[in-house]
């Protein structure tokens, strides 16, 4: 009897994945809410909060913050490779999110007039504008190496994290 290992192909099934997006987001929300529970420091939530979804998102090459300072955004707490630091408000796929106060997503960053590229290997984009109160003070940005990667049940899930980080924040002292 040969010992030698069989060549034969094992037929590929496509895996579906065992946890649909929602049971990830719902998952994800309770995780966040026990991990900032009692911290309002700005600076330490958002970095707990990126490596959180960084984490546990699947094909995510970068997650992070850039805060508003006057007309710039400036970069913040994020997980991935290195980032351009300033942004100025209505440039980029996060400039634009700040100047619309609106989520956008993008599937194809090449096809985005105006994407500032930090990571060459990202494809598709989403970014979710954080409010202080009534106030934009920046936005939580997603990168993806895969096209199309992030949906409206990706904005809805995101949008209910970042309420839950702005709800962890409130009321910090200015010099927090
Ligand atoms: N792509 C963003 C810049 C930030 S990086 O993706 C980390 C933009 O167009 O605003």
């Avoid at 954080?130 to 199309?148: E, R, T």
Wanted: glycine share 8%.
């Amino acid at each position: 009897m040969s010992s030698e290992v069989s060549q034969e192909a094992t037929p590929q099934v496509a895996q579906e994945p065992t946890v649909s997006k929602s049971e990830l987001y719902a998952t994800l929300a309770t995780q966040l809410r026990s991990l900032l529970a009692g911290e309002r420091n700005l600076i330490a939530n958002a970095a707990n909060f990126s490596s959180l979804v960084y984490h546990a998102l699947p094909d995510v090459n970068w997650a992070g913050f850039y805060f508003r300072h006057g007309n710039e955004l400036i970069l913040g707490p994020f997980q991935g490779q290195p980032a351009c630091v300033r942004i100025e408000v209505g440039k980029g796929v996060c400039g634009l999110s700040v100047a619309q106060l609106d989520t956008i997503i993008v599937p194809n960053v090449h096809e985005f007039p105006g994407h500032i590229a930090c990571d060459a290997a990202s494809n598709a984009e989403i970014v979710v504008p954080v409010f202080d109160g009534q106030h934009c003070l920046g936005v939580f940005d997603l990168d993806s190496p895969q096209l199309g990667r992030f949906d409206e049940q990706d904005a809805e899930g995101l949008n209910e994290l970042v309420t839950i980080f702005e709800e962890a924040c409130e009321g910090r002292p200015e010099e927090d």
